[in-house]
């Protein structure tokens, strides 16, 4: 069975473009997540969609959004970029939006701001 | 606001031996707690998933613990190989933040031949 896959795998912008990266969960899989691991930051939560829904949003600014579609997958739209923005996306997929479900995750976006 | 911290944040041990790997957390409205693997540059492999009603959980050499009163968990990863080197994260999440795990910043492990 296919994990969480990602891509790109790696993406490199210029300050001020807008990135966008992709998720595709688990089959069967309903929710999606986004972390942030930058340099020294450690991992930090983004986002979380469930069903097609926003449930939860990280301390992040509104220039970090995304969507699910109906098949699941996520994209994840950073805009405005800027050089602090370089870091690991990783996208994790869980069964349900239940919290006893367990969190698997993809192998991440490489975003690297110049 | 959950804080996750692991201690130490380094370890080195000869095959062999095993390992012990602690995770502390502030807020007792924990929902469950994870621990994961990361290899360099790479992502997150799932090691194990303890519910706040549970009290361990084992797979093969691993086996985790989870004390909601004292804040803290403990993975044991015994007779460890080379293999067994990596970063390894606790992360949980609390009743009030659903979805969200909060990680704490990582044991990095080195295990010598």
């Known amino acids: 069975e296919a994990g969480v896959t990602q891509s790109p795998t790696h993406l490199i912008k210029t300050r001020g473009q807008q990135a966008t990266l992709r998720c595709s969960p688990i089959?069967?899989?309903?929710?999606v997540y986004w972390y942030q691991q930058a340099l020294g930051l450690g991992l930090q939560f983004l986002l979380w969609?469930?069903?097609?829904?926003?449930?939860n949003r990280g301390n992040f600014p509104p220039r970090f959004s995304g969507r699910q579609f109906p098949n699941y997958s996520s994209e994840l739209n950073v805009n405005a970029l800027e050089l602090e923005d370089s870091a690991l996306y990783l996208c994790?997929?869980?069964?349900?939006?239940?919290?006893?479900?367990?969190?698997?995750f993809g192998p991440g976006t490489r975003l690297t701001v110049l | 606001k959950q804080e996750v911290t692991q201690i130490p944040a380094a370890l080195s041990v000869p095959e062999g031996e095993n390992l012990v790997l602690n995770c502390s957390f502030t807020?007792?409205?924990?929902?469950?707690l994870q621990w994961f693997r990361q290899d360099p540059g790479k992502g997150l492999t799932s090691l194990l998933l303890?519910?706040?009603?549970?009290r361990e959980q084992t797979s093969g050499r691993l086996n985790a613990s989870l004390d909601k009163s004292s804040g803290r968990s403990t993975l044991y990863i015994a007779a460890s190989q080379p293999g067994d080197s990596a970063t390894y994260l606790c992360?949980?999440?609390?009743?009030?933040?659903?979805?969200?795990?909060?990680f704490g910043a990582g044991t990095q492990v080195v295990v010598t031949p």
């Open positions: 089959s069967g899989h309903t929710s």
């Open positions: 969609y469930d069903e097609g829904e926003e449930r």
């Open positions: 992360a949980g999440v609390t009743t009030d933040s659903w979805g969200k795990l909060q």
């Open positions: 303890i519910q706040s009603s549970q």
């Open positions: 994790a997929s869980s069964l349900t939006g239940s919290q006893s479900d367990t969190q698997y």
């Open positions: 807020d007792s409205a924990i929902y469950n």
